[in-house]
């Protein structure tokens, strides 16, 4: 039943989510959001990747999400969770209640959880009762509360901070990190959530910074975007440190300003994560993004780790005094383009003109020179074929391979060869790639877990299949046998439907939309005969305009009526004539009604026939359609809608170079002068022209 308790674990963790994200401060003591934990975990998984079995602690544990979360990730690289061993501290003990029970409910085995409900800086755990000794990890993850009071009084000769130091009463965020190295192995991996000012506070927090770099424990610091965690909007990071390593330098990732507002939070998108680990993997260095510091500087710098001293933000845009005077755009603006150029070789002298001055303008026809340009357009299909060729690998893990292949597996499959695949591509971002993928598996991952089960058993296997064959018919469409096929298609909504009926009910489907619109047309007809009918005259007993009823039989009583009413001006022939005119369409309006409701019961009774008897290959190539052809089309779009931004950026630099402050007093002075000229014209007697005149100087200047 791992399944199901996969299942409830999902919503169980859903609702400890909602409840976070509503709960305001209170909801930082035991939730960490679900992207920052995937960060951490994607590091603690890569690290961990060959090792048979892994131990996991998480000191400051909440709901335990973030435990949950490296499970997940380690699972990934084709690793059982079964083969994890958990350790969850929590102090408050409502919270840690919540621990041991989202852990079961995600079906880990109960003898892999160890809970502790104590205060983690004053009670030492987790240790190992047979030696008397403290137990040591292969990964310590934890996301412990930002600068905590504590009391440090008798806590000098503990062995978690003897070689290190104290942290300030004020702030036990050090406490926290040191007890986390504490239990680690000397090849573990500790990621660990702290607030900004960690990097550059001086006093206590410095000295303890200072051992940590020349011990060249610290191996990465990573910046988040502000306003990521319920509860406060202080900026924070996540620190990666190791108690042995080889490199001797620390890796900075500037990771604060890729993220996306969902409502009053900022939340790291897929593309955001997958980048920071890929980056933290293999060291690279980016430009405005990660760089490898030596120690040498860092000790330079005074041992100070805040990253926009090592990573410079990107420069801030300056005006162009010449520009603004005389117009024209300059060329470093169009060199900061230079990419483009040197991918859509020789488009930069088909698009400007330069003048004399050496500004440039942008040539009026740029729009059609960008949609004929012949580099454009080989770029574009060049786009278009790199993603298509994904087709087969697509079809391989997610149709063929759906049985035997699991989620995380086919996910990583798949995203290695689009970020392979993207990567050759110049100017595409294979991290945009990436964030498409990502944001379609959740469909298909959705779909998957729909099909995946039923009754605890397989959807598509050969027992399953038989069974279904066997004990199941359709009495009403002449014992018509539901495959198990038929059976799992219902499990993917409305789509498979529709496909149904565009795919093998074309004709009747165009026959129900031509009667739809005729019904439609009829209705709307009706209804402006409703609008003939006099105001403020009472015919509710004859005509309900909402349903559309009319009663033939008291025609002529309600017409003798309207004749009577003042208000009519009607005859009583005119008004029965009216009348009958409003019968006959009523009667055609329900007509077509009929019609259309005809047509639609028999291509329902059609469409639900062929979904209840649908072979293997029709459902594959329904989860074809509605799984791969739309995820390979975003990808597809990606070279033209680069080429519209582009195209954006161009129309952005032509408009803000257009204007001059020259043009502008020319045009000043052009208006003024008319306004003189109007006021000169204009009668009054002594005094006022007099007053007038004087406008006419001011105007003048």
């Known amino acids: 039943m791992r399944g199901g308790y996969d299942v409830l674990g999902f919503i169980y963790e859903y609702l400890i989510g909602q409840f976070a994200s509503s709960a305001g401060k209170k909801a930082g003591e035991f939730y960490t959001p679900h992207e920052v934990s995937e960060l951490m975990a994607e590091i603690v998984a890569y690290s961990l990747k060959d090792r048979e079995r892994i131990s996991v602690y998480d000191p400051t544990s909440g709901s335990g999400s973030l435990l949950i979360t490296i499970g997940k990730a380690i699972e990934k690289q084709g690793k059982s969770t079964d083969s994890i061993r958990y350790f969850a501290q929590e102090i408050i003990e409502a919270t840690y209640n919540l621990i041991r029970m989202n852990l079961v409910m995600r079906g880990i085995i109960r003898d892999n959880i160890s809970t502790s409900n104590n205060d983690t800086l004053r009670n030492d755990w987790p240790r190992n009762t047979l030696k008397d000794e403290p137990l040591l990890v292969d990964a310590v993850v934890s996301n412990p509360p930002y600068s905590l009071k504590w009391n440090p009084d008798g806590m000098a000769a503990d062995p978690r901070f003897q070689n290190y130091g104290l942290a300030p009463k004020s702030a036990a965020d050090f406490a926290f990190l040191l007890h986390d190295l504490y239990h680690l192995k000397y090849d573990g991996i500790l990621t660990i959530v702290l607030p900004h000012g960690v990097l550059f506070r001086g006093g ?280 198990s096929y038929g059976e799992a298609s219902f499990q993917l909504g409305a789509f498979v439907r529709t496909f149904i009926q565009e795919r093998y009910f074309p004709t009747k489907l165009e026959e129900l939309s031509s009667a739809e619109r005729s019904a439609e047309l009829a209705k709307e007809e009706l209804k402006e005969l409703y609008g003939e009918i006099p105001e403020d005259f009472e015919f509710d007993s004859a005509i309900d305009q909402d349903k559309e009823v009319f009663i033939p039989k008291e025609i002529k009583a309600l017409s003798k009526a309207i004749a009577k009413d003042e208000k009519a001006g009607l005859t009583l022939s005119e008004s029965q004539e009216f009348l009958k005119k409003v019968a006959s369409q009523i009667s055609a309006a329900d007509k077509t009604r009929k019609e259309a409701k005809k047509i639609y019961e028999e291509l329902d009774g059609e469409t639900s026939k062929k979904q209840q008897s649908l072979t293997e290959e029709e459902f594959e190539e329904i989860l074809t359609n509605k799984w791969i052809y739309p995820l390979v089309k975003s990808w597809e779009r990606m070279g033209d809608d680069l080429v519209f931004k582009f195209s954006e950026k161009l129309s952005t630099l032509q408009a803000k170079h257009s204007s001059s402050f020259i043009a502008l007093e020319e045009e000043i002075k052009k208006t003024s002068d008319e306004l003189s000229s109007l006021l000169s014209e204009l009668q009054a007697d002594e005094i006022q022209s007099k007053a007038l005149k004087a406008l006419q100087e001011l105007i003048k200047g």
């Open 204 to 483: 206590e927090e410095e000295r303890i910074r200072t051992q940590l770099l020349k011990l060249n424990q610290i191996d990465a610091v990573i910046g988040l975007p502000p306003n990521i965690f319920f509860g406060t909007g202080i900026p924070t990071i996540i620190m990666v440190l190791r108690k042995s390593r080889e490199q001797k330098d620390v890796l900075f990732i500037d990771a604060s300003k890729g993220f996306e507002k969902v409502t009053a939070k900022n939340k790291l998108r897929a593309r955001d994560i997958r980048k920071a680990v890929e980056v933290w993997k293999d060291r690279k260095e980016l430009e405005g993004f990660s760089r490898r510091v030596s120690f040498e500087e860092i000790e330079n710098n005074g041992f100070n780790l805040n990253i926009p001293r090592y990573i410079a933000s990107s420069e801030e845009e300056r005006s162009d005094l010449y520009s603004l005077i005389y117009s024209g755009i300059p060329k470093k603006e169009i060199d900061t383009l230079q990419p483009f150029w040197n991918v859509f070789e020789g488009l930069k002298e088909k698009l400007f003109n330069q003048r004399e001055d050496g500004y440039f303008v942008l040539k009026e026809n740029a729009k059609e020179i960008l949609e004929n340009f012949p580099a454009i357009i080989e770029f574009k299909k060049k786009v278009h074929e790199s993603f298509k060729a994904l087709f087969p690998l697509l079809k391989q893990k997610l149709i063929a391979e759906r049985q035997v292949i699991s989620q995380s597996l086919a996910f990583e499959s798949i995203a290695s060869e689009i970020l392979e695949q993207a990567e050759k591509l110049p100017l595409i971002d294979k991290y945009e790639a990436f964030e498409l993928f990502s944001q379609h598996w959740t469909e298909i991952t959705n779909d998957m877990e729909a099909l995946s089960s039923q009754d605890g058993s397989e959807v598509f296997g050969e027992e399953q299949r038989q069974e279904k064959t066997d004990e199941r018919n359709n009495p009403e469409l002449g014992k018509e046998e539901i495959t």
